[in-house]
């Protein structure tokens, strides 16, 4: 506690020198160099022994390759964002009721034609197979299994999307990055339909994103060929890729012809866009910072949820993602408003830990914990669950 | 009474946690110069490169009040023709960053001001001089592509600061900046702070009347550094200053300044457009500049990051640094959703008491 304040007062007593000198060999890498250098992968936990979803990113942790960690972890530039969308949820306390039957709890809910055992659903990630061989199919399968969780393919998914959706009976929806030749939206869009997505959620923010850490990777593994200033004809003259800085709200008129499904819009953050998005007839928002991959400095989706909800008005869904892990959590958008939560990281460490049995018991683990969290702060239903539950002090 | 440590290592200790060494790297490694990703990534190479009093003087800086302000960034805004051309007395600027003025570069490089005018205008990015450069004006001029502006310490000699600032000018200077606010050196620059040996590093008569006298002689626009005050920047444009350069010098000579980026917004509302407003002070992230720029400053002056490219890589370093800088803005501006700094407004950020 004393340690900030030492350089300052100039000078350190006998006892805090002992304390920083067995501090320094603690910490010293000869003495770590002795140690028994397999001693972190001696025994690697069963599946049972898991209990929330923290435990499974350190068993990924220890069983990916590090690319497949971190490309999973990473967030946009410093990580701010990243950092503040798991700080909101301290800004956010829960009111609970204590005289209330609980006896059952009903989590099911419909959302645009899609019925769900629970408000949670897998956000849109990339190449699955880079966390397991068995890729986006395994991950289905385990989302089937954990009470039918409905799947958001990512366009960037690392299999066909037909294989995916055979590989289980879920409800799957598809994700889209639109391609400004409009035409060119047309084939993945037609193919999920085929292999019977219910929904397209497109997903227009990170027009700019950059990981930075990507950059660290690649360093130390020795690559460092590729220099960042060599022009290259998809950067503009700041040097940044303009592949996806053409985005306009008529991009949604002019994709409604060849769909249909319903069409949700991902990334939103502010009220304004929000009522945009409705009069350009979406049928859904997805508030989302990317998990803290788009924009650094974006606020965490969960503290401007509350004026998105506001500003909808329940004209359309509003689901939301970025930085939910816990039951809780989930409670706690769905007390603001909220339809559904996705989970982008979550089934990723799932599968990457123990493939689709760890991608079901992830969320199963999450589900349970919704019905824990609804059941201790007596709301037995969705419909129970409103703003009175949660005592908010928001930035 | 305070005591000295009595163990070495503890002191070690101390100075260890000074050296921030990325895990596994070999100590004092210089990494090559593609490897760093962020401007704050050079201060560690710089520390490396520098003796400590040198290092003493550019490390550091305080950014905290960035983490108070969060984006409310737009969707679906065509940014594909992203323009940040800053127009600043008459010259058309690549970005609306600049490298501010830093006194006596031969401390952090062997070529000084000379490799740090080279950087800049590799990085088409215009340079402040400092009236307290290693090199002649001339010389610096020769080196830089760019843009040059002039910075100059208030002094009893009214004389020998107008011949500086008229031979700078001559030099092709095309902006003169009269820092305000630092009497005395920075803190620890000259041993402990003692009454005894405090040589009045500016000017004590300074006043508006003197300012006014630099004004008059001085053909080329003048701006203030180290405006802190809305009442402060009224007063410079009542009394036809030029420029507001809003700097609490880097936060080096008073503990406790405010941050620069948090007064900033209501020094542009009591200029109010008469006048460009400048800022500088912590700025290490190209989100940190668009903040300034959607509080309206017009332009952002960076400093100790170049001067950390160029301690630990020389024009090479400082070019990198500012690029980076630049590069990181351009996204930002993109994805907050604005094609130039124009289209901002305050709507794009949220003041955040977290
Ligand atoms: C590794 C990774 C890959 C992602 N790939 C996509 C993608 O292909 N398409 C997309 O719309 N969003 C993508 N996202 C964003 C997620 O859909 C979601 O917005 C985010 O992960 C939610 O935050 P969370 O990870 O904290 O749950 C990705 C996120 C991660 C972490």
Not at chain 1, 77 to 101: D, Q, S, Y
Not at chain 1, 377 to 389: E, H, K, M, Y
Not at chain 2, 165 to 180: D, F, L, P, Q, S
Request: hydrophobic share 40%; proline share 7%.
């Amino acid at each position: 506690m004393k340690q900030p304040e030492r350089h300052r007062h100039g000078y350190v007593d006998r006892r805090e020198s002992i304390r920083l000198l067995t501090g320094f060999l603690a910490g010293s890498p000869l003495l770590l160099a002795q140690q028994d250098p397999f001693r972190d992968h001696s025994r690697i936990p069963s599946i049972d022994e898991l209990i929330d979803v923290f435990d499974f990113e350190a068993l990924a942790y220890e069983k990916l390759p590090r690319s497949a960690y971190n490309y999973t972890a990473y967030g946009a530039a410093g990580e701010f964002t990243l950092r503040r969308n798991r700080e909101v949820f301290k800004w956010i306390e829960l009111i609970p009721k204590g005289v209330v039957n609980v006896s059952s709890i009903d989590t099911t809910t419909e959302i645009l034609g899609t019925r769900m055992n629970f408000p949670i659903m897998v956000a849109p990630t990339a190449g699955h197979t880079a966390l397991h061989p068995s890729g986006e199919a395994g991950t289905h399968e385990g989302c089937t299994a954990a009470a039918e969780t409905p799947m958001i393919v990512s366009h960037a998914a690392s299999m066909p999307i037909e294989e995916i959706a055979a590989s289980a009976s879920g409800p799957i929806w598809v994700q889209l990055y639109p391609s400004p030749d409009i035409e060119t939206n047309r084939k993945p869009l037609e193919k999920a339909q085929a292999a019977g997505a219910r929904a397209v959620v497109v997903t227009v923010d990170q027009e700019a994103a950059f990981y930075e850490r990507a950059l660290h990777d690649r360093n130390l593994a020795g690559r460092r060929s590729r220099r960042i200033r060599r022009p290259r004809r998809d950067l503009n003259r700041y040097r940044i890729p303009v592949k996806r800085l053409w985005y306009e709200w008529k991009l949604f008129d002019q994709l409604r012809s060849f769909i249909n499904m319903p069409m949700l819009a991902k990334g939103v953050l502010i009220a304004e866009d929000a009522k945009r998005c409705i009069e350009h007839g979406l049928d859904g928002i997805v508030v989302s910072n990317h998990g803290g991959r788009a924009l650094d400095y974006s606020p965490s989706s969960l503290e401007v949820l509350p004026e998105i909800v506001d500003v909808v008005a329940g004209r359309v869904p509003v689901l939301i993602d970025s930085g939910f892990r816990r039951g809780s959590d989930i409670l706690k958008a769905l007390a603001f408003g909220a339809s559904a939560v996705c989970l982008g990281r979550v089934p990723r460490w799932g599968l990457g830990a123990f493939g689709p049995p760890g991608a079901q018991r992830i969320l199963e683990i999450v589900q349970a914990e919704l019905v824990m969290a609804m059941a201790h702060s007596g709301r037995p239903t969705l419909a129970s669950i409103d703003r009175s539950l949660v005592r908010a002090d928001l930035p | 009474m305070a005591r000295i440590g009595s163990l070495p290592a503890a002191t070690l200790l101390i100075r260890a946690q000074r050296s921030p060494q990325i895990i596994g790297e070999p100590p004092g490694r210089i990494p090559p110069l593609d490897e760093l990703v962020n401007s704050l990534e050079f201060e560690p190479v710089a520390q490396r490169k520098l003796d400590d009093a040198a290092f003493n003087a550019i490390s550091g800086g305080n950014r905290s009040g960035f983490d108070h302000i969060v984006f409310r960034p737009r969707l679906m805004v065509n940014t594909q023709n992203l323009d940040l051309t800053t127009e600043l007395f008459g010259d058309a600027m690549f970005t609306p960053i600049l490298i501010g003025p830093a006194s006596h570069q031969n401390r952090f490089h062997p070529e000084g001001e000379l490799a740090m005018a080279r950087g800049a205008s590799a990085a088409q990015a215009a340079m402040v001089v400092a009236d307290r450069s290693d090199h002649p004006v001339e010389r610096i001029a020769a080196e830089a592509g760019g843009p040059l502006w002039y910075q100059a310490y208030p002094e009893s000699d009214g004389h020998s600061l107008l011949s500086r600032i008229h031979k700078a000018v001559e030099a092709g200077c095309k902006a003169v900046c009269i820092t305000v606010g630092t009497p005395y050196g920075q803190i620890g620059s000259n041993g402990y702070p003692r009454l005894s040996t405090l040589p009045p590093m500016g000017n004590p008569a300074f006043d508006w009347n003197y300012i006014d006298r630099i004004r008059r002689s001085v053909t080329a626009p003048l701006l203030l550094k180290g405006v802190m005050s809305a009442e402060e920047a009224k007063t410079a444009v009542k009394n036809g200053i030029q420029g507001i350069v809003v700097s609490n010098h880097g936060g080096g000579f008073v503990h406790g300044l405010a941050e620069p980026i948090t007064v900033l917004p209501e020094i542009v509302d009591a200029v109010g457009g008469r006048a460009p407003v400048l800022v500088d002070g912590g700025f290490r992230r190209g989100s940190d500049v668009l903040k300034a720029l959607i509080f309206g400053a017009k332009a952002v002056l960076i400093s100790r990051p170049a001067l950390w490219g160029l301690a630990a890589y020389g024009a090479e370093g400082v070019r990198t640094v500012v690029e980076l800088l630049q590069t990181e803005l351009a996204r930002d501006l993109a994805m907050v959703g604005a094609a130039n700094p124009q289209d901002l407004s305050r709507d794009f950020v949220k003041i955040s008491r977290r």
